[in-house]
Nanobody
C-alpha cells in the first residue's frame, strides 16, 4: 500500500502565498514523478505542476511565474510554493505520485485525498 499525506491548504487573500506539501510512503520501490492537480466543481481535474526524479518540471500556463514545484527525493516529498494567488486558483489540490513497487514492476499512479485552497478577493 501507498500513503500520501498532504498538507498546507487553507484560506488566503488574493496576492498571498501558500505552500503545499505531499509526502509519500509505503510500498514504494522508486518514484518517477510527483505532481499537483486541481479541481473545481463541475470541471475536470487539471495539471498544475509536475516534477520528475531528475528534476524536470512542467507547469500549467496559468501558474507559470507564480508557482514553484520542488521535491526532496530522500523524503519522497513534493512541495508546491504558490505565490501571488488569485481567486481563480481556488480549488481542491490533489497530489499524484507515479511509482513502482519493484524494479521489474510497471508504473502505477496514486492520488492523495486532496486539500482545499481558497483565495478570497
Amino acid at each position: 500500500q501507498v500513503q500520501l499525506v498532504e498538507s498546507g491548504g487553507g484560506l488566503v487573500q488574493a496576492g498571498g502565498s501558500l505552500r503545499l506539501s505531499c509526502a509519500a510512503s509505503g510500498s514504494i520501490f522508486s518514484i518517477r514523478a510527483m505532481g499537483w492537480y486541481r479541481q473545481t466543481p463541475g470541471k475536470q481535474r487539471e495539471l498544475v505542476a509536475q516534477i520528475t526524479t531528475g528534476g524536470s518540471t512542467n507547469y500549467a500556463d496559468s501558474v507559470k511565474g507564480r508557482f514553484t514545484i520542488s521535491r526532496d527525493n530522500a523524503k519522497n516529498t513534493v512541495y508546491l510554493q504558490m505565490n501571488s494567488l488569485k481567486p481563480e486558483d481556488t480549488a481542491v489540490y490533489y497530489c499524484l505520485v507515479t511509482f513502482r513497487v519493484a524494479l521489474i514492476a510497471g508504473w502505477d499512479n496514486y492520488w492523495g485525498q486532496g486539500t482545499q485552497v481558497t483565495v478570497s478577493s
